[in-house]
């Protein structure tokens, strides 16, 4: 009878483990800007102990779309990880990690342009 007990519990720790495994903790939410009717977003999720993922998203009718990413993987996470300058019709995120630049448009025409700071 205590084996079969063991046996359930271990099996229902197994179970709500797995259950969380994927999940991520979403610490930060902030609207960027918005242009063209097109709302730009980030999220900051926490992804291990001392890493971290910002994702950039964008909203158009009611359709939300990624951008890119942008992985903090030494622990340290501020609102100043990244700097947001907007010109024109193009919104450019500097970031001191970035090594190359990379552009990105939007369905509506939006540049995105993510530089090394």
């Keep these: 009878m205590v084996a079969k007990s063991i046996s359930l519990l271990f099996v ?12 991520e903790d979403v610490i930060d939410t902030k609207t960027l800007t918005q242009i063209n009717n097109e709302t730009f977003i980030y999220k900051v999720y926490k992804i291990d ?4 993922v910002i994702k950039f998203k964008v909203v158009a009718d009611n359709d939300t779309s990624d951008i890119f990413e942008i992985y903090i993987a030494d622990g340290v996470y501020s609102e100043n990880s990244f700097h947001l300058r907007i010109s024109n019709d193009t919104i450019i995120i500097s970031d001191p990690r970035q090594s190359r630049t ?6 509506k025409g939006t540049t995105i ?3 090394k700071t």
């Design 12 to 23: 229902l720790l197994l179970f709500s483990r797995c259950a969380t495994l994927g999940e």
């Design 49 to 52: 102990y001392d890493a971290f």
């Design 113 to 115: 342009k993510h530089t």
């Design 102 to 107: 990379f552009y990105y448009r939007t369905k």
